[in-house]
């Protein structure tokens, strides 16, 4: 039994492997898992940030409660250093092995990135910024908490603020380039209909979209924030080939689709990868 279960994940592999090669305008839909496996937390799971922040759990902060514009003018300092603590978090971390397949990817093909991820990995591992919608903003830009100006700019430093672990505070926040007030995370937070967005990104994506991609690849989608479902579900309607990578089953039920692979992201990319490697020769011989 078990066998066979491993030769069928080796046929779907195979598949979607042929997919992807045959692919020109492939879409990619990255979510939290991919994330993950570059250890990046997604505080779905309560109980991982309970344990990270003992101090919001004495106040009974949610991740919900402080990732939001109401967080950013009641409980500053929470705020503040949560988002902080992820700024570090993230810059300690790297962009995993699956986020270099994609780019080489790319580089052959007139694709797509459309991420709800917030930690600018995609970037960072050297995609082309205009070939990327990070839809729900990025924590490597700012804007005005009380959006005196709907620009935003980028802010890299690590560490930005002052971060006391101990009791999850901050201070010396970040300051409007144009009012001098307080700035906030360039991100679509909950409750937060201040978030200025990102035209430039979303004229791209809106240009790519214009036609159905031929190939959409949704990566670590989570049943709590399902963006990237819908996207996959709108296309696969009108005749786009869905490739679905998730380590757990529930993971397809919005999709639904029959290349399912039931991996994480980064082990899936790099066994695509190894598979296509013949095909892809000459960049496989300079790597090495
Ligand atoms: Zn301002």
New binding site residues.
Partial sequence: MRKGLAVAAREMLREVSRLIEKSRRPLFLTSAGMSADSNIPTFRDKDGYWKNFPPFKEKNLEAQDLASPWAFRNELPHAWAFYEWRRRNARANQPHEGYRVINKWLRRRDGFIHTTNTDGLHLRSGCRDDRILEVHGSMWRLQ??????REFWEEHSVPLCDLDTATMTASNYP???????I?RPHILMFGDGEYSGHPAQEKSFARFAQEPPDLAVLVGSSGAVPTNDYIALHFMERGTPVVNINPTSSGNRIVNTEYFLEMKGEAAFVELERIAGDDDGDEELRRR
Avoid at 144 to 149: G, N
Avoid at 175 to 181: E, V, Y
């Fill in positions: 005005c908490l009380d959006v005196c100006t300051a409007c380039k144009n009012c001098r007030g700035a």
